[in-house]
């Protein structure tokens, strides 16, 4: 059973930057896909960025430029750097891993609030 644990969440200024970790309690084998979404207060969950076991990226509109998604295969950790920050980026992110090993596998989710 693979557990994804997030951290780095927290409160900015807008222009500020946050590092969102996601880490993998084990190995992760035959990696499909990873990526972050997002939910606001009233809005549906968006894919925000992805990244596929090639190593190609894709990131929505709005954070496209701002925002950069990575792994650390040693350490079994996806990445989310995000720069740049604006309020309408205030939401609950989430870290998903999909894999031939064990499927989807979301994190818990941490809060992301971007306020002056």
């Known amino acids: 059973q693979v557990q994804l644990v997030e951290s780095g969440g927290g409160l900015v200024q807008p222009g500020g930057s946050l590092r969102l970790s996601c880490a993998a309690s084990?190995?992760?084998?035959?990696?499909?896909?990873m990526g972050w979404y997002r939910q606001a207060p009233g809005k549906e969950r968006e894919l925000v960025a992805s990244?596929?076991?090639?190593?190609?990226?894709n990131y929505a509109d709005s954070v496209k430029g701002r925002f950069t998604i990575s792994r650390d295969n040693a350490k079994n950790t996806v990445y989310l750097q995000m720069n740049s920050l604006k309020p309408e980026d205030t939401a609950v992110y989430y870290c998903i891993v999909n894999s031939d090993y064990a499927g989807d596998n979301w994190g818990q989710g941490t809060q992301v609030t971007v306020s002056s």
């Open positions: 990244m596929t076991r090639g190593g190609r990226t």
């Open positions: 084990g190995s992760i084998f035959s990696v499909n896909a």
